[in-house]
């Protein structure tokens, strides 16, 4: 089998390969620590337990999705009240009720999603309240 | 074959730039209407639907047009269109992509429109055209390249390919069908709200569609070394006369109902789009230029002599293309939101960038077709 | 994929110990109180009495409206983070405010007297019972809920304005650009939307989930909007029904009105 215009098609190769790997490569050896969450405001420093709505590890792997769920349970089925697995009752509310224990939106949130590189449109809409009070 | 299209004259490769630099324009303005919003066009609250769903109307009638050349050939064994149904297929599959990037554009929140399959709404009419504009675009993508592949090489096509270059007969016209019903089903607009508005669309798709490829086939006999065929153009060019004069016949039949019944909510719609409302009448001049346009054309294609003459033909189709783009790709449109629910008349007027993004996907399907009769031609040379 | 109750339970060992615990403190301020009716910014962070119905609909009377009056249309807008752009093309609103030969065409004539021609007629969201909106959205992104209200869901909204198209009333309006510096005042307890999504009047279904009125009926001085369940007799808005004749706009389209008007 002959390989037709082969010098052509192997430096094609070879250039999408260094492209592709290109992330890879430029970033070795570099680390970047994982960011500090603040979780001192004044309301989670009232609480005899620091507690979110779901323990901690699920929260953090999970948020969005309970988030998602939250949203969909508002909006759509006009329910505001969510159960957790703990039996507490919790108001389905982004800002009343997430913003409340973490009002500070930016070294909690955001520390996080710039980290990331997540960059979740909640907040086209949703308004920060410590940015308004 | 592909590769065909990368290669040609100094001509084509001007052109292709030209159509390229044209479409980048128009990408250029589309990034800055993602960023600023919708409000870049001239669309308003009352006026909410504009240029951009008008192109993709007029545009549906074009990919559908395609069947007025499988028909005769498939169905009526019609000879003299052989030479030429792949034509009609790629402008088919042209003319439904920019049928779709002209609803994309249209959307204010692009980046969800996988919400219309994530979460289909079956009594959505919107949701059906979505559906049956991606069949049509994968059942004439399929059909005209499996015939020009095999074309190439000198055998006939695969046994399979027929049965579903007939269901796109059928399918042809239920994309212009289910787009009609995009207007028609609306109860608050009078103006829309017609059971002839899908055969009003059907039969202005079967004039402007054969009109624009009458063009592109003067077009490859001037330039290139294919020639459809003095009889394929005739046939298509009474096709294009028959349908110019059931639309107008249409558009009329519209006119006496409205005005001998007198119902004000049927009039001031018509009023507003042929005369204009209170002095509102940027949109009835464009459509005076169409009638008039519409007229002259049917006249030329009427009469043999006339007809039969390459010069009169060409302006006629011009013509027709031009008369049909008003009416249904501007006047259809947006006469149905004037005067709004509350009375209000609203005067829309395409911006610059709207233009400008508008003139980029007329340059991307311009280009698409380009391309593909690149292919086209250079196949037929070889064989 | 959504966490199910199975997710819960794995993580549910985390969470044993916290049974006994206290609630947080929004639980606790909620009980307090509930919000009073009159407060056009009444809130109330925890669990609450909303108010629900088989059927929500609301009467205007429009001949109480003054001359001139936006008061319906101020608070509506100052709740929900309405922008205000100053101009036709952008204009988003909730309630408008029109003459009354233009939200009832057919029903009006000439020789009709002055007092009633000078109306300033409120005009909003119908909540339809058979809403066009809603057949014609394409993502389920506009939806009717059981009991009337004809909601938005601003996340799942493509702006197509399909539903524009489709509003025989001209209730609905479009995000053409980033209404966020158009607001003048924001309440923070109400989201504001994103350019490229249609919004509209929501029955202020986040006030009824608090037990609170809407904004417009709570804002009227002059007890011209009347707002209640349908399908109750005892209700508000069914004993001003009673008192005479009421008229729906353009009812011949079969798309079941909820606001009824007395003129």
């Known amino acids: ?133 | ?383 | 994929m959504a966490p199910t109750r199975r997710d819960f339970l794995k993580i549910a060992g985390f969470s044993a110990i916290s049974l006994a615990l206290p609630p947080l403190p929004s639980l606790a301020a909620a009980k307090a109180g509930m919000p009073s009716a009159s407060d056009l910014f009444a809130r109330s962070p925890g669990p609450l009495q909303p108010l629900k119905a088989k059927r929500w609909a609301m009467a205007v009377d429009a001949g109480k409206c003054p001359p001139g009056c936006r008061d319906c249309i101020a608070a509506c807008h100052r709740v929900h983070n309405v922008p205000a752009f100053g101009n036709p093309k952008d204009d988003v609103h909730w309630i408008g405010a029109e003459r009354v030969e233009d939200v009832f065409p057919a029903e009006t004539h000439p020789r009709l007297p002055e007092s009633i021609r000078a109306l300033s007629i409120p005009v909003l969201c119908n909540h339809c019972e058979n809403p066009p909106c809603v057949r014609v959205c394409p993502t389920q992104a506009t939806f009717k809920r059981a009991d009337g209200i004809v909601m938005m869901d601003y996340h799942r909204c493509i702006g197509c304005r399909f539903c524009m198209a489709a509003c025989p009333y001209g209730s609905r309006s479009m995000n053409y650009r980033d209404p966020r510096p158009f607001i003048p005042k924001l309440n923070p307890d109400f989201p504001t939307r994103t350019k490229g999504v249609v919004e509209k009047c929501n029955f202020c279904e986040e006030r009824l989930a608090r037990g609170v009125l809407p904004a417009c009926v709570v804002a009227c001085r002059e007890k011209a909007l009347t707002f209640g369940d349908l399908e109750d007799p005892g209700s508000d808005v069914r004993r001003v029904l009673e008192r005479g004749f009421s008229i729906r706009r353009r009812p011949e389209l079969g798309t079941g009105p909820q606001i009824y008007y007395r003129l």
């Open chain 1, 1 to 133: 089998m002959k390989l037709y215009n082969g010098g052509k098609i192997i430096a094609g190769i070879v250039v999408f390969l260094i492209a592709a790997t290109f992330p890879f490569w430029y970033g070795r050896g570099k680390a970047v620590r994982p960011p500090d969450l603040k979780l001192d405001t004044p309301v989670i420093q009232q609480l005899k337990e620091k507690l979110c709505v779901e323990p901690a590890p699920y929260m953090r792997a999970n948020h969005m999705k309970l988030l998602t769920v939250w949203r969909d349970a508002a909006v759509r089925e006009g329910n505001r009240s969510y159960t957790a697995i703990n039996g507490r009752v919790y108001t389905i509310s982004l800002t009343s009720t997430c913003l409340e224990c973490h009002s500070n939106k930016k070294q909690f949130c955001d520390r996080c999603h710039n980290y990331a590189g997540a960059k979740p449109a909640c907040w086209n809409c949703h308004i920060i309240p410590e940015e308004v009070r």
């Open chain 2, 1 to 383: 074959m592909l590769e065909k299209a990368l290669t040609g004259s100094r001509g084509y490769g001007i052109w292709v730039a030209l159509l390229l630099t044209l479409a980048a324009i128009g990408f250029f303005f589309y990034l800055r209407q993602l960023n600023y919003g919708l409000g870049i066009t001239g669309m308003s609250r009352d006026v909410s639907w504009g240029l951009y769903i008008a192109q993709f109307t007029f545009l549906v009638g074009i990919a559908a047009s395609a069947v007025m050349l499988v028909l005769p050939y498939y169905l009526h064994d019609y000879k003299a269109f052989g030479k030429i149904t792949v034509l009609g297929e790629f402008l088919a599959v042209s003319a439904v992509i920019m049928c779709i990037t002209f609803v994309l554009v249209d959307l204010g929140q692009p980046g969800r429109a996988i919400n219309l399959l994530l979460y289909p709404s079956l009594r959505s009419v919107l949701f059906w055209d979505v559906i049956v504009l991606n069949g049509y675009l994968l059942i004439n993508i399929v059909t005209g390249w499996t015939v020009l592949g095999c074309e190439k090489k000198s055998i006939p096509p695969p046994a399979w390919v027929k049965p579903l270059i007939i269901l796109s007969i059928p399918w042809a016209i239920s994309i212009h069908t289910v787009t009609a019903f995009i207007y028609a089903g609306l109860a608050g607009r009078s103006f829309w709200l017609t059971a002839i508005m899908a055969p009003r669309f059907l039969a202005s798709a079967f004039a402007s569609g054969p009109a624009l490829l009458i063009l592109f086939c003067l077009i490859l006999r001037r330039f290139t070394r294919f020639d459809a065929g003095e009889q394929a153009i005739q046939t298509l060019a009474k096709i294009v006369a028959y349908a110019l004069a059931t639309s107008i016949f249409f558009v009329l039949v519209e006119l006496f109902t409205a005005f001998y019944s007198q119902i004000p909510g049927h009039m001031q719609h018509l009023k507003y789009l042929f005369a204009g409302l209170e002095g509102h009448n940027a949109i009835a001049i464009w459509m005076g230029v169409s009638a008039v346009t519409a007229m002259v054309a049917l006249i030329l294609l009427m009469i043999p002599q006339t007809r039969q003459r390459e010069p009169f033909l060409v302006v006629a189709c011009i013509g027709v293309f031009l008369s049909l783009w008003i009416e249904k790709g501007l006047g259809l449109v947006v006469t149905g939101f004037v005067p709004s629910p509350l009375e209000r008349i609203t005067d829309y007027t395409p911006t610059g960038p709207e233009w400008a993004i508008t003139g980029g996907i007329w340059a991307l399907g311009l280009l698409l077709i380009t391309m593909f009769y690149k292919i086209f031609v250079s196949v037929k040379k070889e064989a």
